[in-house]
């Protein structure tokens, strides 16, 4: 039974990594799964914590200034991953945009959008710049 919570736990971790982007999560994720394996071996709740403890902890220590330097663009800048890639993308109206409702093409996906500046009123066709992300809005800029 220990094994399968750890592993819920790993699952869970690594799926709410997505919404964070920091990697932190992610080592925490995988610390879960090598006390989900430790848990496969051995009863003892304290060795599946502590193997949990440990492997995060190096996870973090190790791997994610690792990965973070590789993911870096080079000039600077680090790769944006999740909802930030969205911020500064470009789009289409598809649907009339405004201060309540609208609906954009950005990178060929439908994105519910409403005007970043609550006055401007975007119709089918024009360019739209996505200034932020509000939830699964995307607040649109003329582009």
């Given amino acids: 039974m220990a ?14 990594e997505l919404f964070t982007g920091t990697f932190v999560l992610l080592m925490l994720a995988g610390g879960a799964l090598a006390a989900a394996v430790t848990a496969a071996l051995v009863d003892a709740l304290w060795a599946q914590a502590l193997v949990f403890a440990l492997v995060s902890a190096l996870a973090l220590v190790v791997a994610r200034p690792a990965l973070k ?3 870096d ?10 909802l930030a890639a969205i911020e500064g993308s470009a789009g289409v109206v598809l ?14 996906e439908l994105w519910q959008a ?29 582009g």
């Fill in 3 to 16: 094994v399968l919570l750890w592993i819920v736990a790993a699952v869970g971790l690594a799926v709410a």
């Fill in 69 to 71: 330097r590789r993911l």
């Fill in 73 to 82: 663009r080079g000039d600077g800048g680090a790769v944006r991953i999740g």
């Fill in 95 to 108: 649907e009339r945009v405004d201060a309540d409702r609208g609906l954009v093409k950005i990178d060929g």
């Fill in 114 to 142: 409403r005007s970043f500046d609550g006055t401007e009123v975007y119709e089918p066709g024009e360019r739209v710049q996505v200034i932020e992300v509000k939830g699964a809005t995307a607040m649109v800029w003329r």
